[in-house]
């Protein structure tokens, strides 16, 4: 099985995950497909040999947010499907805006010209911890700074926002 | 060490474009259809990740690890928005009994 074909049946996969993320009505499998969904985007990027952000989409996003998703979830006990159904007008309305969307932006990228002078300096190593560290902890040490700063403050607005008052106002 | 082939000896980066591309769009489609403000937050996060994976094609396309480092900040903001937003989906239920994006119709006042 060459790399071409792995990639469609990837791709298929990944479309095809997302997809039933916003078709199926019940809250609990929508979550379900889209920890499969960000598997099969790791699975992409192993196919980049990008093998540590694979590593971290998983533990990440399908280990940490999604458990997250899913604790909200059952903790205000909406399992049971009870979304009111949007009007069909407004279903039009979404199918045109994102079929616009999609057709603009492929027919911009499909002509757009991609230089391809770096390919051959491409190795299988760069997408290791210790490369991605390095340039890490040099090139990009102040953002790094920064993001526990708004880790923080995350933090912070998250407690004091589901915090529990006194008196609910209804 | 394993020497692996570049994936993109076989195939082209705009297949990666397209992929990401329509990724992005049933995110956008989600949050224009769905009513349930969880589902709404799941449709953002694959839209963070659609792009993720164009910036990963990118990087491994150039041979540059900045792509792979501006994902790892996304991944940061995007645990960050899950957060806040989570609690204000809380609170949107504590006080409503429900989670759906229609109430915050409320706040016109």
Redesign the interface.
Known sequence: MNIETVFWILGALTIGSALMVILSTHPVRSILYLILTFFMISANYILMNAQFIAIVNIIVYAGAIMVLFLFVLMMLNLSQSNEPKSPIKMIAAAVIAGGSLLVVLVAAMRDSFVSASNIVSTTNQQGLVENLGKELFTTYVLPFEISSVLFISAIVGAVVLAKREKQIID | ???????????S???????S??????????V?????A??L???I??ML?SV??LL??F????????G??F???I??????????G??????L???TRS??V?LFNKLKG
């Open positions: 060490m394993m020497v692996l082939a570049s994936v993109f000896d076989t195939i980066i705009q297949h990666y474009l397209v992929l591309t329509i990724l992005f769009v049933i995110g956008v489609f989600g224009l259809t769905r009513k349930n969880i589902i937050l799941m449709c996060e694959l990740s993720n994976l990963v094609a990087s491994t396309y150039f041979g540059d690890v900045s792979q480092l994902v790892f900040f991944m940061v903001v995007a645990a960050a928005e899950a957060t806040v989570l609690s204000i989906l809380v609170l239920y504590r006080n989670v759906d229609g």
